[in-house]
């Protein structure tokens, strides 16, 4: 069966939620992860939520995980982040784009003229520029070896309401992003795509489930790795530039695909 073993990747955003269950998901598989985010821990081990934490995860499933603070806000940080891998790997297989800046307080309920404008930049700045500074860089790395895969991690916010205006917004801008880069990197054989997650207990839900901020039925929602799982799926495809462009639920291609989600009975 094919594997990732000798793959890299960069999964942005991973100290936590689907970043953090991408990264385990391609562990699983024996990829060389790097993960980026701000949270870090200087301890031993290190302390929950962090990029160190995910790195020593990816350790314990059988890949190997590099923790890089990067601020996504930042594009030198994001620049010297591919010319680390680059200079290290020599190559790059799959990024992952992830990274995500929920707005404080979140965005939840109420009109847009509402919420503060700071909430736009929170969601459409990290979370849809963020996306199209990492693909810049990585893309050259792609392309000079001919093949690769760029995932675009969205939501069915993209096209249906879901949280605030600007939600929305962002989504539908990510899932658009990679229709329009997988045309101008079709002749390069690298495939871009975009994933729709379902509900996932991510650690920002499960806080909030614990407050009584939210309702969620944590007994149907997916788990983290469980999207992981499906990149990593994605990675070993063969003909995953038969996908290129396009737009799939997780859940949907775990059927295709054959993986299940670790915290369902029987997986």
């Not at 499933?61 to 806000?73: F, K, Y």
């Not at 010297?80 to 680059?86: H, K």
């Not at 929305?168 to 871009?192: F, H, P, S, T, W």
């Not at 929602?221 to 003909?239: I, K, Q, W, Y």
Request: proline share 4%.
């Amino acid at each position: 069966m094919a594997d990732l073993r000798g793959r890299v990747a960069v999964v942005t955003g991973a100290s936590r939620g689907v970043g953090k269950g991408v990264a385990e998901g391609l562990a699983e598989a024996g990829a060389t992860v790097y993960v980026t985010g701000r949270s870090e821990s200087a301890a031993e081990p290190p302390a929950e939520r962090t990029i160190q934490a995910t790195a020593a995860v990816i350790a314990d499933l059988g890949g190997e995980g590099i923790a890089v603070r990067v601020d996504h806000n930042e594009d030198a940080e994001v620049a010297a982040l591919f010319a680390r891998v680059a200079q290290e790997q020599g190559r790059l297989d799959i990024l992952v784009n992830n990274v995500y800046k929920i707005p404080d307080p979140p965005a939840w309920g109420g009109g847009f003229w509402e919420h503060p404008i700071s909430v736009w930049d929170d969601q459409c700045g990290v979370g849809l520029r963020g996306y199209y500074v990492a693909s810049v860089y990585a893309a050259p790395l792609m392309v000079a070896q001919s093949s690769g895969l760029i995932v675009n991690i969205s939501s069915r916010g993209a096209a249906g309401y879901a949280f605030s205006a600007s939600y929305g917004v962002c989504k539908a801008g990510v899932d658009r992003m990679a229709k329009d880069m997988a045309i101008e990197l079709k002749d390069y054989g690298v495939a871009a795509l975009s994933l729709w997650p379902g509900a996932v207990k991510t650690e920002f839900i499960l806080d909030a489930v614990a407050s009584g901020a939210v309702e969620f039925d944590l007994a149907t929602a997916e788990s983290p790795r469980f999207t992981g799982r499906c990149v990593a799926a994605l990675g070993m495809d063969p003909d995953v530039m038969e996908k290129s462009g396009g737009v799939f639920e997780v859940s949907e291609l775990a059927k295709e695909y054959r993986f299940s989600d670790p915290d369902k009975v029987g997986s």
